[in-house]
T-cell receptor, first 110, second 114 residues
Framework: AQRVTQPEKLLSVFKGAPVELKCNYS??????LFWYVQYSRQRLQLLLR??SRESIKGFTADLNKGETSFHLKKPFAQEEDSAMYYC????????????FGKGTKLSVIP | GAGVSQTPSNKVTEKGKYVELRCDPI?????LYWYRQSLGQGPEFLIY????????DSGLPNDRFFAVRPEGSVSTLKIQRTERGDSAVYLC????????????FGQGTRLTVV
């Protein structure tokens, strides 16, 4: 069975400080990993996916298959980064449904 | 164009009643998903449509839950004999075709069973 674990329910950082949101996964095959973000009163939206290896809004995430992790990082947090972040996994086959973690609420303190 | 639209945005119903939740996907998106998000949890998969057919309904919790997509566009999630435990935000997402293309989510319907 596939599982995504986000160990931190809430993460508070000061503006300008580095951010790391942790995500670990459990899957026997080759998964595809995503980070979704939900800003206040907005819908869930894709932030980035490991396969595209790009930086979005200064965030990056590297898939570490050895540690089964896909941590989200940003060197300098901004107030507008405050949001709920969800790590998600897709099996890469069949229905391509997403399995989400419970989410981490990031609060950037001015 | 418009994004994924879900109606109603909020629904309060009494235990035992029947409810229908509607999802209007982005035009041209053949894949449609329903997820349920309970308080403090991430979204959980319910059912997946490719076109008109339910290609994967393995996430439906029991036979009180049913979903249709008769013309391959709008989908309706139907819940019979609602229970208090059904209270959650029901999310719909659509995407172009199959594969790991980007899924676009609606704002959700917050269902409260009293």
């Amino acid at each position: 069975a596939q599982r995504v674990t986000q160990p931190e329910k809430l993460l508070s950082v000061f503006k300008g400080a580095p951010v790391e949101l942790k995500c670990n996964y459990s899957y026997s095959g080759s998964p595809e990993l995503f980070w979704y973000v939900q800003y206040s009163r907005q819908r869930l939206q894709l932030l980035l996916r490991h396969i595209s290896r790009e930086s979005i809004k200064g965030f990056t995430a590297d898939l570490n298959k050895g540690e089964t992790s896909f941590h989200l990082k940003k060197p300098f947090a901004q107030e507008e980064d405050s949001a709920m972040y969800y790590c998600a996994l897709s099996s890469g086959a069949g229905s391509y449904q997403l399995t989400f973690g419970k989410g981490t609420k990031l609060s950037v303190i001015p | 164009g418009a994004g994924v639209s879900q109606t109603p945005s909020n629904k309060v119903t009494e235990k035992g009643k029947y409810v229908e939740l509607r999802c209007d996907p982005i035009s041209g998106h053949t894949a449609l998903y329903w997820y349920r998000q309970s308080l403090g949890q991430g979204p959980e998969f319910l059912i997946y449509f490719q076109g008109t057919g339910a290609a994967d309904d393995s996430g439906l919790p029991n036979d009180r839950f049913f979903a249709v997509r008769p013309e391959g566009s709008v989908s309706t999630l139907k819940i019979q004999r609602t229970e208090r435990g059904d209270s959650a935000v029901y999310l719909c997402a659509s995407k172009i075709g199959g594969g790991n293309t980007e899924a676009f989510f609606g704002q959700g319907t917050r269902l409260t069973v009293v």
